[in-house]
């Protein structure tokens, strides 16, 4: 399935590293979102965007910079992680913000390792 | 209390078994609910969607208790391939729960 794709699928950088992940969406979707897995804890929202605009900033640390250029495409910018931000990054879409019947798509994520 | 929350499980259940999983929600402004499936490194898909007070799609079965907050899935005649983590999420919130693992074995 390729409605949401995301690159990097992995990724391994250093703490002093900048490095950007991409994600981008085929359906058409209005609504966009960035989420955090770590091992055995629920699925984080960290950032959500509407019509390439921030509604949510769920007390993410500044060193996660999200941007938004177009309702297709949402970046994740990282700059001097930390060992403890390792995770699985997910990017999700669905069609409206705040509607009902609105389910989100996942994309396959990029897996993040911070020596 | 946390927005969203499930049994971690494991639920280690035979090939046929019935299971059922339940998921508290403590916003009750949420309008809708849904469960996804996660297999092990991969992302969430989604399973079923639960509106009013149930869905049913073959052996899946999902209701939804607004008085006591909590949506449930029972998952009749398991198979080999349903062994994976369930995750619940409230939409109103986009919050997921920390997910129920089940492995069904032979």
């Known amino acids: 399935e390729t409605g949401v794709t995301q690159t990097p699928r992995h990724l391994v950088m250093g703490m002093t590293n900048k490095k950007s992940l991409k994600c981008e969406q085929h359906?058409?979707?209005?609504?966009m979102y960035w989420y955090k897995q770590s091992a055995k804890k629920p699925l984080e929202l960290m950032f959500v965007y509407s019509l390439e605009e921030r509604v949510e900033n769920n007390s993410v640390p500044s060193r996660f910079s999200p941007e938004c250029p177009n309702s297709s495409h949402l970046f994740l910018h990282l700059h001097t992680l930390q060992p403890e931000d390792s995770a699985l990054y997910l990017c999700?879409?669905?069609?409206?913000?705040?509607?009902?019947?609105?389910?989100?798509?996942f994309g396959p994520g990029t897996r993040l390792t911070v020596l | 209390r946390k927005e969203v929350e499930q049994d971690p499980g494991p639920f280690n259940v035979p090939e046929g078994a019935t299971v059922a999983f339940n998921c508290t929600y403590s916003?009750?402004?949420?309008?809708?609910f849904f469960w996804y499936r996660q297999d092990c490194r991969k992302e969430p898909k989604l399973l079923m969607s639960v509106y009013s007070s149930g869905n049913e799609d073959g052996r899946f079965t999902a209701q939804l208790n607004r008085a006591s907050q909590y949506i449930s899935l029972l998952i009749r005649d398991s198979k080999l391939s349903d062994s994976a983590t369930y995750l619940c999420a409230a939409r109103r919130d986009m919050r997921f729960g920390a997910g129920t693992r089940l492995t069904v074995k032979p």
């Open positions: 916003n009750s402004a949420s309008q809708s």
């Open positions: 999700a879409s669905s069609p409206i913000l705040y509607r009902g019947a609105n389910e989100q798509f």
């Open positions: 359906l058409g979707h209005n609504a």
